[in-house]
């Protein structure tokens, strides 16, 4: 069963960066489809935040765009978020997310990771 593991959220005031990583725990990364980011705020639904195509095309939440980057590295099974000029808008609990679409197909979650921008 394959494992997706997030790492870098804490606490950070509003203007500063924190850098998030998503380590796999099998070689998925290069057969996968997508991969991307997520986030859920208390009280609202889970929104995309950035993805990653097989073919490295990226796409943005409007809200994010300019700031986020999202990269991967498929030799170190890692899909990292780099979010600049954060804002307390920007709290949330982030989630990793692979998914190939293509038969075998499979759709992964990790557990998700804390981050919050204190203004």
């Known amino acids: 069963q394959v494992q997706l593991v997030e790492s870098g959220g804490g606490l950070v005031q509003t203007g500063g960066s924190l850098r998030l990583s998503c380590a796999a725990s099998?070689?998925?990364?290069?057969?996968?489809?997508?991969m991307a980011w997520y986030r859920q705020a208390p009280g609202k639904q889970r929104e995309l935040v950035a993805a990653?195509?097989?073919?490295?095309?990226?796409n943005y939440a409007d809200s994010v765009k300019g700031r986020f980057t999202i990269s991967r590295d498929n030799a170190k099974n890692t899909v990292c978020l780099q979010m600049n000029s954060l804002k307390p808008e920007d709290t949330a609990v982030y989630y990793c997310?692979?998914?190939?679409?293509?038969?075998?197909?499979?759709?992964?979650w990790g557990q998700g990771t804390q981050v919050t921008v204190s203004s």
């Open positions: 997310n692979v998914d190939r679409t293509r038969s075998p197909g499979f759709n992964y």
């Open positions: 099998g070689s998925i990364f290069s057969s996968a489809d997508a």
């Open positions: 990653m195509t097989s073919r490295s095309s990226t």
